[in-house]
């Protein structure tokens, strides 16, 4: 069974601090994707990489897959309350978007 | 164009009792996933119909079963309800599935089982 480990499990910051999510695993993944769920929604897509080493920004946040596709990143540059969320990281290993597996989420909290 | 819609949005059933959920994916979208999320298990996901088939399946028991009708909609049935089954059930669809694609889900029914 692929597990898909995240730390730290809560963070609660203040506006303005830059923070680091960090995905976890030992199997290989083809793919990694982040999602960000807010209370009464369903995980919004946020980024996806599929190649070893990638780094992708968007706008303030960069996404990294580790080297060997088993750990990834999400750096967060002066984070905002509208940050504030689940953040999920999906592991996809054969080639389907569909059978995901789920990372166990960080909750982030960002306050004024 | 609208989202990814399910219906329930909230049900309270008793233990035994069996229960549908519905979910209406994204005009043009074939693959529909479902997914169960608990505070305890996160996210898990369920199975993927694609054309009104089965195409994956994940570690649930038989009690969870599911169909897709010829429009894309798809329907989860979860039988002789279980104290355990409390969660919210999540459907995403994607065009095809493909790996490139984006899967949208759609709020969640919340199950609870008393």
């Known amino acids: 069974t692929q597990l898909l480990e995240q730390s730290p499990q809560f963070l609660s910051i203040q506006e303005g601090e830059n923070l680091t999510v960090y995905c976890n695993s030992s199997?290989?993944?083809?793919?990694l994707q982040w999602y960000r769920q807010e209370p009464g929604e369903g995980p919004v897509l946020l980024v996806t990489?599929?190649?070893?080493?990638e780094v992708k920004k968007l706008k303030r946040l960069t996404f990294q897959f580790g080297d060997a596709r088993k750990d990834s990143s999400l750096h967060i540059t002066a984070a905002q309350p509208g940050d504030t969320g689940l953040y999920l990281c999906?592991?996809?290993?054969?080639?389907?978007?569909?059978?995901?597996?789920f990372g166990t989420g960080t909750r982030l909290q960002v306050t004024l | 164009k609208a989202g990814v819609t399910q219906t329930p949005r909230y049900l309270i059933k008793t233990r035994g009792q069996q229960v549908t959920l519905s979910c209406s994916p994204i005009?043009?979208?074939?693959?529909v996933s479902w997914y169960q999320q608990t505070p305890g298990q996160g996210l898990q996901f369920l199975f993927e119909?694609?054309?009104?088939?089965?195409?994956n399946k994940g570690n649930f028991p038989g009690r969870f079963s599911g169909r897709q009708f010829s429009n894309s909609r798809s329907e989860m049935n979860v039988s002789t309800l279980e104290l355990g089954d409390s969660a919210l059930y999540l459907c995403?669809?994607?065009?095809?599935?493909?790996?490139?694609?984006?899967?949208?889900f759609g709020p969640g029914t919340r199950l609870l089982v008393l």
């Open positions: 990489v599929v190649t070893g080493g």
């Open positions: 005009s043009g979208h074939r693959s």
């Open positions: 999906a592991g996809g290993d054969d080639g389907t978007a569909s059978k995901l597996t």
């Open positions: 995403a669809s994607s065009l095809q599935g493909r790996a490139e694609e984006t899967q949208y």
């Open positions: 119909y694609f054309s009104e088939t089965q195409r």
């Open positions: 199997s290989v993944f083809s793919s």
